[in-house]
């Protein structure tokens, strides 16, 4: 690795290391540690008494384990120290923010929610374990990081009788048969390489009259080799040149070098990755120290806007589109403004993060499915993933495409994804990595094209997932 790429790596390591020092809900970095988190905050955010309300619960069925008199539990399996650590702090921390408003408001039934957050470590092994802990103290597990980790416990889920919401986008979860008691929110990272590739290649092709060279370098996983197969499907039915695959090249801890090597030799004028923010910074950084000239483009969780405020800032600002799967925080939606509100109020002092929109996307899900159990008088368990059954759809105020839980495959899949460019002027006059939410921060990036289906993504026969896990 070069000095500079190696000093990129660096710095966005001490960032994650601050990330991990600054949250609420971080339990420490051996990955054995539980933290059970009362959301039923008795101080405003700014350090005020707020006055406690005396809600009376609502006549349910319960078994007085997962959901008490006044309490109900919910499960959180989450890396917190692993290579996604730092999107997961945020997006736990925005969960915490507004369970804590509505345990101010009253709760769910008159009941509190509290937090059994987990730290798995991006473990599968240790994902399992932490799940079989909590399986028989929790109503539901409204956050699991990671698709062979909740693959991995799906069997146990269904046995359980257990809803999950996977904090992981594979296509996989719209097939009704694999996606059995989860619930996912937005889109896939197969249909965001179709339809990020399809806008880059139209876009490029307009302005030169010749189609794009193309190269992919992805993770081993279902992440990589999921966002893998839309970039692919989209080359051959655009007919564009592949001139590196990639695909699983990207191994965290191994070197790079290879990786960043072959990209730069390649001619490619853009090239996809689906990697995470860290890794990005050595293959960009290197394949740029060994002469790379074209662009790139990436899925959403390769990017945190924190990176421009590395060495490579005004580089990515100028040569990187990003795929959105949701909106980053401060969009122009109509659901924003409670977003930045609750957030503003919680975490004065806290990077505006966009991985919080996630979070806010997971506890919306939640809370619906909770108010549904608890309108039809069933808050056990599998009273729980009767609820989501009978939920149908849900929409999310602009902040993400519709989802919608009923039907075959093909017509559950959503289909649409976003694509944005970071921008360094926004990110340099918020403050830097100084910026906060009290400080009227938001996410440094820009808007390209608002949630869209390309013609290859509506076309498509979704009959299953584009890349089988474990297949």
Known sequence: MSHHASSVRNAFLVLVVFALAATACTSGGSGQSTTTTQVSSTTSPAGGQVANTTVVPLTVKTDGVTVTSDTIYLGLLADLTGPFSGSVI???????????????????????????????????????????????????????????????????????????????????????????????????????????????????????????????????????????????????????????????????????????????????????????????????????QLGYTGQWSVSMPTFSDRLLGTALGDYLAANMYMSALMAPLGADVQGMSEVLDVLQDKYPDRYPAAGMVEGYLEFFVTKRVLEQAAELGDMTPAGVVAAARAIGSLSYGGLSPSNLFSGDANATVTRATAIYKPDKGMFDSQGGLGASLGGGGVSALVKVADFFASDLATNYDFQGPCYVLGG
Not at 170 to 191: F, I, K, Q
Not at 197 to 205: H, K, M, P, Q, V
Not at 209 to 232: E, Q, V
């Open 90 to 288: 945020d997006v736990l921390d925005a969960q915490i923010a507004f369970w804590s408003k509505v345990n101010d408001e009253g709760g769910i039934a008159g009941r509190k929610i509290e937090l059994i957050i987990e730290n798995t470590g991006y473990s599968t092994t240790l994902h399992a374990e932490k799940y079989a802990g909590m399986a028989d103290r929790v109503l539901m597990i409204s956050h699991s990081t990671g698709s062979p980790h909740t693959l991995g416990i799906l069997a146990d889920l269904v046995a359980n009788d257990h809803l999950a919401v996977p904090v992981t986008w594979y296509s996989g979860w719209s097939d009704p048969a694999l996606g059995a008691n989860l619930l996912e929110t937005g889109s896939n990272y197969c249909m965001e390489a179709m339809n990020t590739i399809s806008w880059l290649a139209a876009d490029f092709e307009e302005r030169t009259g010749t189609k794009p060279k193309l190269a992919i370098a992805t993770f081993p996983d279902d992440y990589g080799l999921d966002s893998y197969a839309g970039a692919t499907y989209a080359a051959e039915q655009l007919g564009i040149e592949v001139v590196y695959n990639g695909a699983g090249t990207i191994i965290p801890g191994t070197d790079l070098l290879p990786v960043a090597s072959s990209i730069s030799k390649s001619g490619a004028d853009f090239t996809w990755l689906a990697a995470d923010p860290l890794t990005l910074t050595t293959v960009v950084g290197t394949a740029l």
